[in-house]
């Protein structure tokens, strides 16, 4: 604690206490504001109130800046693979070679979904957006393991997590599967979690699928890029959910849907289409200033951060691995030029540069994911899958903070004051 934050209300002078975390901006502490005042605190959106201590993830938004239990995106992204980021992220620690070894071995064994669960993809319709799909079926996971739902035994927290963050690519898969109306692929040990993620997406029972260790590292860094970003709507929907003592399952289909939207995880589709839309770079300017319009809702998709005021540095790795997949495959995609473009164009504007509007993950992963072969309707769902990750560490480091409460916001209620009933006949 550094020093105490003044207060006056009503003719009250009050004084609360201001922590420090290891690094980032001070908090006052006004746990007892409501009941030494009476009075509570107006945040919508949050903007102002830190919501729980962790130990996860920093960002500094003006610096461009993301560590993941102190080590730097770009480095991680570079270095790691995404089963060593998932082992940090749970315990802390880098794994040596041992630690990973077993983890990966326990993720992989993880992998397939109860049999009866691939019946449940029937029920929806084929052209069901598979974020629905995921919602639902995720969802379902409570009712199939119920070995790995009590919230207050950490070894079956332990299990629930890696369960979760194992079946994800399957059912992902089975989403993909299912709209395209092609037979489920059963994983295969053999291959890394995300070369079996490939397999089980795009190969077919009737021939060998030969994984291109090109696309698997790309896509292993996608995953990276997305495995957490400290309390984003999505990972607070998951603690909320779990707050009431919800089993992790349950919380982790909340988080899906709360990532579904297009301002959170549905952004990357949403700015792949905006670029189908754009077409042409001679058409940039008149988006630009449809974007800049006040009377116009129409925003630059995968511009803009509520804490990034500068580069997302996830968004610098991701224009750097579309340049690597389009060698690897040998590709070129217009989309990208007219993405470089737009960039370029909005950075030089006073609009977007007096806002600190810059790219997020989503500018350029969308141009990525659809040169490896995803629809635009799978880009969220690999969100998901990536995200599961920070999801779950984020609810194991929830439960056993000594802190923790049921999260229940308060409002400023607005409405109409107490008033008797009327009657029908009477209106
Ligand atoms: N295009 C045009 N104007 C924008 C944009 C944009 N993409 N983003 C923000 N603005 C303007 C906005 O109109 C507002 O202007 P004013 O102050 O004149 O009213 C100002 O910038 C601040 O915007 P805000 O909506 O108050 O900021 P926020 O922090 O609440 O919103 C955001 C952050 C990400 C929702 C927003 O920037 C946005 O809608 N971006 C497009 C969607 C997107 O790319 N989302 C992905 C986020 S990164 C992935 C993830 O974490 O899920």
Redo the contacts with the bound molecule.
């Keep these: 604690m550094t020093e105490a934050a003044q207060f006056a209300l009503s003719g009250k002078e009050l004084e609360y206490p201001v922590l420090s975390g290891s690094v980032g901006p001070d908090v006052v502490d006004i746990r007892k504001l409501y009941a030494q005042t009476g009075a509570f605190t107006y945040d919508p959106?949050f903007t102002s109130t830190a919501s729980c201590q962790s130990k996860l993830t920093y960002i500094d938004g003006d610096e461009g800046v993301l560590l993941h239990r102190g080590y730097p995106i770009g480095e991680l992204a570079e270095q790691s693979t995404f089963m060593e980021v998932c082992y940090l992220l749970l315990n802390g620690e880098l794994p040596d070679q041992g630690e990973l070894d077993h983890f990966s071995h326990t993720i992989t064994r993880h992998t397939m979904v109860h049999e009866q669960l691939a019946q449940f993809f029937r029920g929806f319709r084929r052209d069901a957006h598979p974020m629905a799909i995921m919602c639902g079926v995720v969802g379902a996971l409570s009712a199939f393991y119920h070995d790995s739902t009590d919230i207050h035994d950490p070894q079956q927290r332990m299990i629930a997590s890696h369960r979760l963050i194992a079946k994800m690519p399957t059912i992902a898969a089975m989403a993909y599967k299912y709209s395209v109306g092609q037979p489920f692929l059963y994983p295969d040990n053999s291959l890394s979690y995300t070369g079996n993620f490939l397999r089980m997406t795009f190969g077919v029972p009737a021939e060998p699928y030969e994984v291109n260790p090109a696309v698997e590292r790309a896509m292993d860094r996608i995953f990276i890029l997305h495995a957490d970003?400290e309390q984003?709507a999505s990972t607070s929907t998951v603690r909320l959910a779990g707050s009431s003592g919800a089993n992790p399952f349950a919380c982790i289909a909340a988080g899906i849907a709360c990532l579904w939207g297009?301002?959170?995880?549905g952004?990357n589709e949403?700015?792949l289409n905006m670029l189908h839309e754009i077409g042409t770079p001679e058409r940039i300017p008149e988006f630009i200033a449809r974007?800049?319009d006040?009377n116009d809702p129409f925003?630059?998709?995968?511009?803009?951060?509520?804490v990034y005021k500068n580069y997302d540095p996830r968004a610098t790795v991701m224009q750097k691995t579309v340049r690597e997949v389009f060698e690897a495959l040998n590709v070129q995609d217009p989309l990208f030029e007219t993405a470089l473009r737009l960039e370029e164009l909005a950075l030089n504007d006073d609009y977007f540069v007096e806002?600190k509007?810059f790219p997020?993950?989503?500018f350029y992963s969308g141009v990525i994911l659809s040169a490896i072969g995803f629809p635009t309707s799978m880009f969220t769902v690999l969100f998901a899958l990536a995200r599961t990750v920070g999801w779950v560490a984020q609810w194991n480091e929830m439960i056993t903070d000594p802190d923790q409460k049921i999260g229940r916001p308060r409002q400023l209620y607005t409405g109409p004051t107490q008033r008797s009933y009327v009657p029908l006949t009477q209106r």
């Design positions: 959106g970003h984003n297009p301002a959170h995880g952004a949403a700015a974007a800049k006040k925003r630059l998709m995968g511009f803009g951060h509520r806002k509007l997020n993950v989503d």
